[in-house]
Nanobody
Framework: QVQLVESGGGLVQAGGSLRLSCAAS????????MGWFRQAPGKEREFVAA????????YYADSVKGRFTISRDNAKNTVWLQMNSLKPEDTAVYYC?????????????????????WGQGTQVTVSS
């Protein structure tokens, strides 16, 4: 099992920045990828960003490219999501997730089917 604890959410004005953190514990040796997803009220959960644990390759949803940056510290078993130039449409609950199974396809980095463990979520609200 892997446990995830997220922090860093809050209320910010449009154009502002927030930095989300996600710390993993437990069977961290099994981590293959970590990702961020979000779910806005009345909408499906959607992919935001992901990073491979060994090589550090990053992937982003088109809607956040150029504004959000995902990074990791393997020694601390922590991943961050730096969010800049925030927009009201970024308002959602943000979830951190860990994938522990190996997949050769990058599809599983961007699909929630590629993740086995999920955090409790942290609210991000962007006011206009």
């Amino acid at each position: 099992q892997v446990q995830l604890v997220e922090s860093g959410g809050g209320l910010v004005q449009a154009g502002g920045s927030l930095r989300l953190s996600c710390a993993a514990s437990g069977r961290t040796f099994s981590i293959k990828r970590m990702g961020w997803f979000r779910q806005a009220p009345g909408k499906e959960r959607e992919f935001v960003a992901a990073i491979t644990w060994s090589g550090g390759s990053t992937y982003y949803a088109d809607s956040v490219k150029g504004r959000f940056t995902i990074s990791r510290d393997n020694a601390k078993n922590t991943v961050w999501l730096q969010m800049n130039s925030l927009k009201p449409e970024d308002t959602a609950v943000y979830y951190c997730a860990v994938g522990s199974r190996y997949y050769s396809s990058s599809y599983y980095l961007q699909s929630d089917t590629g993740y086995d463990y999920w955090g409790q979520g942290t609210q991000v609200t962007v006011s206009s």
